[in-house]
């Protein structure tokens, strides 16, 4: 199966999006500081660290994101629970996103952000559940024997 290149793949894609990130976040931070933004009263500065710090926080949390699917194509093993959660809501994030993105910045951005959401859950499932392992005594290509049945019962 090819589960290491596709966990590669969406590891490079999440590293990639992480500066993306932080510098869509510096451009509006200028903007905020420029055109002295405020919302509702609040402080312009306080507006302009704020998006700073919005920015380096998803960065680094896509950074995160991304070390999950790069250690299970290195290890080939599925990632363990709080990788598989963070990964879940990083699909969950870029597809909420996805939505808005599609009426605000149009197509193309709402299908760069299904395919990251599509890489990840390829990575997911590419990694789920194993098998049971056979017994030894079983012949190739079976799997481990069925239950035996239950006894009729005669009244």
Known sequence: MARRP???????????????????????ARFVRAQSMSLDGL??????????ALGIGSGALL?????????AAIRDRRPGRAGRT?????????????????GLLGWLAFGYLML???LIVLTLVAYGET??????????????EPAPEAPAVTA
């Open 63 to 71: 950074l995160l994101c991304a070390l999950v699917p790069l250690i």
């Open 43 to 52: 402080d312009p500065e306080l507006l302009y660290t704020g998006t700073w």
């Open 116 to 118: 990251v959401v599509a």
């Open 86 to 102: 963070l990964l879940v809501g990083c699909a969950v994030v870029h597809g909420l996103l996805g939505a808005v993105a599609v």
């Open 131 to 144: 098998a049971p392992a056979p017994k030894p005594g079983a012949p190739r290509g079976e799997g481990p």
């Open 6 to 28: 596709i966990a590669l793949l969406t590891a490079a894609v999440l590293f990639l999006e992480a500066p993306g990130i932080v510098a869509v976040n510096a451009v509006m």
